[in-house]
Structure formats: structure tokens, C-alpha cells
């Protein structure tokens, strides 16, 4: 978006996020990352300024904003460091969730404990065994009396250590077919039973904590179950998914804009034949090209976002969003590094860490190939014949 079609409310906002990134995030991240270190203190200035709530509604003390200016807090936080984007995504998702599908009483327990940053949330869908075949998960849970008996494992789970509180899938009917309509969604905090297992190193997306959820005969009251009734999960969770393809392709158009931004000042300073390589027509017509494919998927997520805004379901622009974000992020962190040559290669050069995160938004809330098969699904349903 423009800065002449922004609100006010929204340049104050991105205006402030770009001073806490500047001043909190920037200055430390390459070590932090390199290192694989938890930003403690920048989560704790993050429950300051209010990040953890904010497209939490204010009745329940969060910020109350709308997903198009959440996209743009996340560009801007992902032009610093990715990862940060990672502590407050899934923990939104599960916010999401609860505010959308949980009862009353579901809300007041867990929605201002969330928008506080006092509970840390999460979600769990992918497995060992299942990742994109969402309906094949194995995580059990069995009604026994006001409970239910939740076993199985979860993988992949960011916020997995450090998170409290998860939106977790699992199978409440193993007959029924197909396998989707047997799943429902429980919001359930860590305690005897459930923990987190393994911490699991990473190509990128350094720095923020993913790990395996382990559920070994863990009870849960009944009233952790989201909705008034079982088998809703998979359409709860797949509506909640939405804001996460948003929130990824928002991540895309911010490390994709700092991998640009990164090599347009490099080839102005660099010299090669005599004259900077930003005068070379081959480096010009990168730059070109970069910039255009930045500008059409900040586009496309302002455009998902706009349509989750005013209430109506987004799987088509979300999936096209996250798509394109995406995949451009990785061509142009890939050219980014190519303008910076050989220097472009070695850890002195912010740009190598932007080549590490892209391959995350190709993979993380749905992959590629998931999401052409959701725009085609979408594409047969709007165009039907007959």
C-alpha cells in the first residue's frame, strides 16, 4: 500500500514498528540468528508495544486491528529479522481460533492472557507421519467422561519450547471418511502429559524455538474442545489458516524488500570497469525485475488481507498471496546475493540470512504445491458450469 492511500492510524503504527525494529531488532539479529539464540528481550518489548494482541479484539485487551495493517507490522518486522514474525504468528492463528470458533467462557479465559503475551500460543498440526495430508494425522483424543485421553506427537512446531498454550488437531472419529470430518481442535496448555520434545536445528529461521509437542495420555476437560461439537476442527483450523498464509506472505514482501533494498545500495557503491555495477544494464535489469515482482505480491497480500477485513473467507487470495510472495522471495534473495558476488556468500553479508529464511514461506503454512491446489479448487468453484 501507497503511503498517500495509508490511514493515519496505519503510518503511526508502521512508523512505530519501524523504530522498534531499527532500534531492537536490527542491531543484534545477525548474531542472534547465527547463533540460534531466543530473542527474549525483544519478545518482552514485543508484549510492550502490544504485538501479541493486536488483532485481538479490545474487549479482551488487544489491539483490536485489522489484518491489513497486521500485514504491514509484520513487512516490517521481517525487513529486520524474520524470525521475530515467527513468536506472534501461530500464537494469532490460536488467538484467531478462539475468538472466531470458542465459547464465551473460552474467551475470557484465554484471549487476555494472550493479548498480555502472559500465555504463548501456538499451533499444532503437522506430524511425523503427515504434513500437507492434514487428514491423516494420528493425535487421538478419546472422550472419557468430562475428559478427553489426548496421545500422540506433533512436529515442526514453532513456539514449541517456548509456547504454553496450542491449538492442537486431532482425531475425535477414526472411521469416518473421509478423514477430515473426523478432526476436531482443542486449545490445551502444557502440563503432566504434554511437553515439548525435541529442539530442531534449522537452515534458517533461527533464533525462535521449534520443537516436537508430545501427548502421552494427557487429559484435558471437555471444555478445551473449540465449538459445541466434535469433528469441526479441520474447517476451523483451515479459516484460521488464512491469517497465517497472510501473515507468510507479508514475511515474503518484508525479507524480499530488505534483500532488495540490501543490493540496490550495494551495487551503487560497488565498482566494477571503472563505474558502480548499478550503471551495468545487466544489474539494472535485475533490480528491475525484483522490484516489480516485491510490488505485485505486497499487492496480492493487501489484497487477501482487504477481503479477510470485511468478514468473507480468503482461500483463493490468501492462496495466491502466499504463492507468489513466496516463491518471489526466493528469487530475489537469490538475485540479491548474485548483484553481491562472492561477498554475498559469507555471513558478513546480511544478504546470506535472507537467502536462508526464503525457503521458510515455500514450506511453512502450506506448501506451493498446496497452495495451486487450493486456487485451483477455488478457480472450479467460481468458474462452475452448468
Avoid at 492510524?9 to 512508523?15: R, T
Avoid at 519501524?18 to 543484534?28: A, H, L, M, N, Q
Avoid at 464465551?104 to 487476555?112: I, Q
Avoid at 506451493?368 to 485451483?376: D, F
Amino acid at each position: 500500500m501507497a503511503p498517500d492511500t495509508m490511514t493515519e492510524d496505519q503510518k503511526q503504527i508502521v512508523a512505530m514498528i519501524r523504530d522498534f525494529v531499527k532500534r531492537d531488532i536490527e542491531p543484534v539479529a545477525s548474531e542472534m540468528d547465527h547463533d540460534d539464540i531466543y530473542p527474549q528481550e525483544i519478545v518482552e518489548k514485543m508484549k510492550t508495544l502490544g504485538l501479541f494482541g493486536c488483532i485481538i479484539d479490545e474487549e479482551y485487551g488487544g489491539m483490536g486491528l485489522d489484518y491489513t495493517t497486521y500485514a504491514m507490522i509484520i513487512e516490517e518486522i521481517c525487513k529486520g529479522w524474520m524470525s521475530i514474525a515467527g513468536v506472534i504468528n501461530s500464537h494469532l492463528i490460536m488467538a484467531y481460533i478462539v475468538q472466531t470458533y470458542g465459547s464465551d467462557d473460552m474467551k475470557r479465559a484465554y484471549l487476555p492472557a494472550m493479548a498480555s503475551g502472559e500465555k504463548r500460543g501456538g499451533i499444532a498440526l503437522t506430524e511425523p507421519n503427515c504434513g500437507s495430508d492434514v487428514a491423516a494425522i494420528e493425535t487421538s483424543a478419546v472422550r472419557d467422561g468430562d475428559d478427553y485421553v489426548i496421545n500422540g506427537n506433533k512436529m515442526m512446531i514453532t513456539n514449541g519450547e517456548q509456547g504454553t498454550t496450542f491449538a492442537v488437531l486431532a482425531k475425535t472419529d477414526k472411521e469416518v471418511r473421509p478423514g477430515h470430518r473426523g478432526i476436531s481442535c482443542f486449545i490445551l496448555e502444557k502440563g503432566p502429559g504434554f511437553r515439548s520434545g525435541r529442539h530442531l536445528e534449522k537452515l534458517g529461521y533461527r533464533g525462535i524455538d521449534t520443537s516436537e509437542l508430545i501427548f502421552e495420555d494427557f487429559h484435558a476437560p471437555a471444555t478445551s474442545l473449540v465449538g459445541d461439537e466434535e469433528n469441526q476442527g479441520f474447517y476451523q483450523m483451515m479459516s484460521a489458516l488464512e491469517v497465517g498464509r497472510i501473515n507468510i506472505a507479508a514475511r515474503a514482501v518484508g525479507v524480499a524488500t530488505a534483500a532488495f533494498e540490501t543490493a540496490i545500495a550495494y551495487a551503487q557503491q560497488r565498482r566494477t570497469m571503472g563505474k558502480p555495477i548499478a550503471e551495468h544494464q545487466a544489474i539494472q535489469i535485475k533490480l528491475a525485475d525484483m522490484y516489480t515482482k516485491i510490488e505485485a505480491a505486497r499487492l496480492l497480500t493487501y489484497q487477501a488481507a482487504a477481503k479477510k477485513d470485511a468478514g468473507e473467507r480468503c482461500d483463493l487470495e490468501a492462496g495466491m498471496a502466499k504463492l507468489f510472495a513466496s516463491e518471489m522471495c526466493a528469487e530475489v534473495a537469490m538475485e540479491a546475493m548474485r548483484i553481491h558476488g562472492g561477498y554475498g556468500y559469507f555471513k558478513d553479508y546480511v544478504v546470506e540470512r535472507y537467502y536462508r529464511d526464503a525457503p521458510l514461506m515455500i514450506i511453512g503454512e502450506g506448501t506451493s504445491e498446496i497452495q495451486k491446489l487450493v486456487i485451483a479448487r477455488n478457480l472450479l468453484k467460481k468458474y462452475k458450469q452448468g
